[in-house]
């Protein structure tokens, strides 16, 4: 479904994205993974083209797509969402998924129906009528899981759509994105929730300093030696090591 | 959708019935010059209101559709009537012209404003300089009355006529409310890179709405040269006519389909107060502007329709 070839960027002197090479396969959820400032969200923007890539290649859906503008991507099938969520703040929960229903609905009131099908999809049933800038982080989340949905992509980007989410939130979101597994869609995702990773994806990519690092089933990714060393620190990793093999944990 | 294109009509048959119930020239020429200001004000709303583009040179297509009017009738000898969809033409075209470079490099908030400010006073230099638009000097179109010269015998033709394009304005706006492009360039005010995100093609959508926009100032200029037969660079591309744009509507109430029109008949009363209680003065119309503007901004960001719909809420008993 998408196939990142060698992927690069860089800010200044700082290599953000350092050669990344990674795959989707159609169906199911994969994660990207890794410690704060490792290049995830680059990595998504570069993928989405909201920013232009230095080299490399992104090929989506059997075609090259490096370096087409986001709103292309999107009629091709791919939406991202963003970590930081953006809502189209004085507009109701129902005028904001409508945007994305209006994609592939030119009439105001097929886009509105639509809109109103995925809002209550994702939870949103309730809150239709209210503005977006009044909900709180949890339901904006939810929000922007929905508009995304709302354009019917084939793959789904998700930046973090847990982080900022209480255990029960995200105990509340997780069958969300299950469900929209199961309706067909590939999702990749960028997750800092560990217990959501493990849970829901089934393969993991991690990432840090820009580069990969480590790729495999959740549960072998997250005893790797590397994968530990760059969430905890050599140190601490050496200390957490000596634990398990003196039988501590 | 249905009340309130009924409310339009009504709005429209009353307005129109005035010079059917009202005698005095004085009542009427004020409602007329009350329209066409709401008429200025609905075309910046559709690109600041709807879109979030705040132009402070909105003249440039007010002026443009004066001149175009001027020029093709003077040196053209072009009838009116055939003119107005050229005038109406040469301001969407100028929109595109600016819409395509400023949005291109993706200029946003006040670089907008200055950079609309800056073609406004282009235009007003141009306009200057060459024999062809008349120079400093300005240009006249001659006088022959007659409904088939657009030049109206009585001061009712002319509100009948700029009611008309208010119509159309109010209209466009309606379905800017209700439709696809409209719901995509309110996406792109209130989030460019949500939109983006969403499939919006931002540019596009920001250059439909400037050319909208700049069709019915132009409308709005066509209609002040036939009204007042003359022009000069000042009148057409100076900053008082882009004040007046952005004031009635924001006045009025930002984005919202009649706050324009509301905003230009209590601007009207208003300096028809002012010039009964303290005389006329331009520089005093000018001062009295600047602070309801100031006021309006500081206290009611949302307008008098914003306030009304506030007033309603609080009645129906919500918060």
């Known amino acids: 479904m998408l196939r990142v070839e060698h992927l690069s960027k860089a800010f200044g002197g700082l290599l ?21 400032g490792a290049g995830k969200t680059t990595c998504f923007a570069l993928i989405s083209g909201f920013t232009p890539v230095d080299s490399g290649r992104v090929k989506f859906d059997g075609r090259d797509v490096t370096g087409t503008p986001p709103h292309r991507l999107c009629r ?15 507009q109701t929960v129902l005028e904001n998924v409508a945007v994305g229903s209006h994609l592939h609905r030119a009439r105001r009131a097929d886009a509105l129906a639509h809109a109103r099908e995925v809002a209550i999809r994702v939870g949103l049933g309730a809150d239709l009528e209210k503005r977006a800038a009044s909900l709180p982080i949890a339901r904006r989340k939810r929000l922007e899981l929905a508009r995304a949905l709302a354009v019917e992509p084939k793959l789904l980007l998700l930046d973090e759509v847990l982080a900022g989410l209480n255990p029960t939130e995200i105990d509340e979101m997780i069958p969300v994105i299950q469900s929209i597994r199961e309706s067909g869609v590939t999702i990749l995702m960028i997750e800092h929730v560990m217990q959501a990773v493990v849970r829901l994806a089934e393969y993991v990519w991690v990432l840090n300093h820009g580069a990969l690092i480590a790729r495999g089933r959740p549960s072998e990714v997250v005893v790797d030696p590397a994968v530990i060393e760059a969430y905890l620190g050599k140190r601490a990793a050496s200390t957490y090591r000596a634990q398990v093999a003196g039988g501590e944990i | 959708m249905k009340r309130e294109l009924l409310m339009l009509l009504a709005f429209g048959v009353a307005i129109a019935a005035i010079p059917l119930v009202v005698r005095s020239d004085f009542l009427i020429t004020l409602t007329t010059m009350a329209l066409y200001s709401a008429l200025l004000g609905i075309s910046w709303n559709i690109l600041g209101g709807f879109g979030g583009q705040y132009s402070f040179g909105h003249a440039v297509f007010f002026g443009m559709g004066a001149y175009v009017d001027a020029v093709a009738q003077v040196r ?40 609309t400010l800056a073609f406004a006073e282009v235009f ?114 100076g900053a008082t006519v882009s004040v007046e744009a952005l004031l009635v509507a924001i006045v009025g109430g930002i984005g919202s389909v009649f706050g324009p029109v509301v905003g230009a008949f209590v601007l009207a009363a208003l300096s028809q107060i002012t010039t009964l209680l303290i005389g006329k003065d331009p520089a005093l119309s000018v001062a009295l502007y600047g602070v309801i503007l100031v006021l309006m901004v500081a206290f009611l960001p949302s307008g008098l329709t914003g306030l009304g719909e506030k007033l309603f809420r609080r009645g129906a008993g919500e918060r």
């Open chain 1, 16 to 36: 953000a994205v350092d050669d990344v090479s990674l795959q989707v396969p159609k169906g199911g959820i994969t994660a990207l993974i890794g410690p704060n």
């Open chain 1, 76 to 90: 091709l099938g791919m939406v991202r969402t963003f970590q930081v969520v953006q809502p189209f703040a004085g």
């Open chain 2, 76 to 115: 053209f000898g072009l009838n009116a009537w055939t003119v107005l969809p050229l005038a109406v033409c040469g301001g969407a075209l100028v929109g595109l012209l600016i819409g395509a470079l400023v949005f291109r490099y993706g200029l946003k908030g006040s670089y907008f404003a200055l950079v």
């Open chain 2, 124 to 237: 007003r230099v141009l306009a200057n300089t060459f024999d062809f638009t008349g120079a400093g000097v300005g240009m006249m179109i001659p006088l022959k009355p007659g409904t088939d010269q657009f030049q109206f015998t009585g001061q009712s033709g002319y509100l009948w006529a700029v009611l008309a394009m208010v119509m159309v304005g109010l209209l466009a706006s309606l379905w800017l409310k209700h439709s696809r492009f409209g719901a995509q360039l309110v996406a792109v005010r209130e989030n460019e890179d949500a939109a983006r995100a969403l499939g919006v093609d931002v540019f596009r959508v920001k250059l439909g709405a400037i050319a909208l926009s700049g069709a019915l100032m132009a409308a709005g200029g066509f209609f002040y040269m036939q009204k007042f037969n003359y022009i000069d660079p000042p009148l057409g591309f």
